[in-house]
């Protein structure tokens, strides 16, 4: 019997939503490991020349706007991860369409994390109105102190799980 098409909806939400966010912290991990090269040496100078920990805010502008844009690469580095999952997903029979709405979430949470990533650099940001965007942006600044901590850019249960979410010392 088919499962009604509003719970597989929803149960395509918190798929994307888990595999979305754990993507986003292994690609993260990975940004932060020597044997990543061009990716290592791209994401060093935004921890260590655009914002590092001294001067994590910017005014106006996002610094890195144009310049060592890494997007390609992680389009290429989800690509080789998903794909052999959805054709595994698909081989034990989950519909195509759901793996679709998987695949959507996914980009946009991809591109919502990004736009909040680079708002969480620039000082006056209109998001800082919201309380969640404020937790995020202490988390982060965490991060670029401790490079090991806060993998995860707006939300943090995979930090959680793997053990690396840290809070600053007050």
């Not at 690609?27 to 921890?47: E, N, P």
């Not at 930090?159 to 690396?164: S, Y």
Request: proline share 4%; net charge positive.
């Amino acid at each position: 019997m088919q499962s009604p098409i509003l719970i597989q909806l929803l149960i395509s939400f918190a798929l994307a939503y888990l595999s979305g966010g754990l993507l986003g912290y292994v690609i993260h991990w990975v940004l932060h490991q020597r044997w990543s090269g061009k990716l290592y040496r791209l994401h060093l100078t935004h921890h260590e020349v655009k914002y590092p920990s001294r001067d994590f805010l910017s005014v106006g502008e996002y610094r890195d706007a144009g310049s060592g844009n890494i997007t390609p690469y992680f389009v290429a580095l989800a690509t080789i991860v998903l794909l052999p999952a959805f054709f595994a997903l698909r081989q034990i029979g989950v519909p195509a369409w759901t793996i679709a709405v998987v695949a959507v979430e996914i980009t946009l949470m991809a591109v919502v994390n990004d736009r909040i990533h680079d708002a969480l650099h620039i000082k006056g940001h209109f998001l800082e109105r919201l309380g969640f965007f404020r937790r995020c942006r202490i988390a982060h600044r965490v991060h670029h102190t401790n490079v090991k901590s806060n993998l995860s850019m707006t939300t943090f249960e995979w930090d959680r799980v793997f053990g690396t979410f840290s809070l600053p010392d007050e």
